[in-house]
């Protein structure tokens, strides 16, 4: 089956730095990937549509200026919170439609960032 | 209203028991209906996906969509205790569009 890979995953960083999460498609092409945030006991929330060689489609009251997002190849995706806060602690969770199977959505496994 | 409804439990069943998951929708323009499976602290698992109403049987797990009641199940036949996990129904118009996830129901199957 297809495979979706996230690293780190986790990360613990102080208030004010920047971290980079990368999502990369492992045996297939992804020109779509999304990435999500999950708090606890709550749903996966969708942050934005990342579309490779272009820019990325942000969700109504995600800000794009605090995640950077970058799909530089059909296989690599990265999210960078930048000045992270205590309140972006949360898991995030990327995936990517397999462009032969487009009904399909594969999830990585998650990163799980908390903010000090 | 929340556009995918869920009960998020917790449901507790004995092993063998049969689950029934449900959630209800109210986007009619979802035509692509998908179960995913969530153990703790990991990403989602795709199970299951159907295009429009309609049954779909994989091994011990049974999707179920219903478009004129916005209504889906899932069932889990012999259940197991490494069935214990969280599980997200979801919805789309199709293609690349984003997918819209229930907030999950948590399933503990008791040895």
């Known amino acids: 089956g297809a495979v979706v890979s996230q690293h780190p995953s986790w990360v613990i960083c102080k208030s004010g730095t920047s971290v980079k999460i990368e999502c990369r498609s492992l045996?297939?092409?992804?020109?779509?990937m999304f990435w999500y945030r999950q708090f606890p006991k709550q749903s996966l929330m969708l942050m934005a549509t990342?579309?490779?060689?272009?820019?990325?489609?942000?969700e109504q009251g995600v800000e794009k200026d605090k995640f950077l997002i970058n799909h530089a190849s059909l296989t690599l995706s990265t999210l960078t919170v930048t000045s992270a806060h205590p309140e972006d602690s949360s898991f995030y969770i990327c995936?990517?439609?397999?462009?032969?199977?487009?009904?399909?959505?594969?999830f990585g496994p998650g990163t799980r960032l908390t903010v000090l | 209203q929340k556009e995918v409804e869920q009960d998020p439990g917790p449901l507790s069943v004995p092993e063998g028991a049969i689950v029934s998951l449900n959630c209800t929708y109210s986007?009619?323009?979802?035509?692509?209906f998908m179960w995913y499976r969530q153990y703790s602290r990991k990403g989602p698992e795709l199970l299951m996906y159907?295009?429009?109403?309609g049954n779909k049987e994989d091994g011990r797990f049974t999707a179920q969509v219903d478009k004129s009641s916005k209504y889906i199940s899932l069932f889990i036949r012999d259940s197991q205790p490494s069935d214990s996990a969280t599980y997200l129904c979801?919805?789309?118009?199709?293609?690349?569009?984003?997918?819209?996830f229930g907030i999950g129901t948590k399933l503990q199957v008791i040895p």
């Open positions: 995936s990517a439609f397999r462009t032969s199977e487009a009904d399909t959505q594969y």
């Open positions: 045996d297939f092409q992804a020109t779509t």
């Open positions: 990342s579309n490779e060689g272009s820019k990325a489609t942000y």
């Open positions: 986007n009619s323009a979802f035509q692509y």
């Open positions: 159907t295009y429009s109403s």
């Open positions: 979801a919805g789309n118009s199709g293609g690349y569009q984003k997918v819209t």
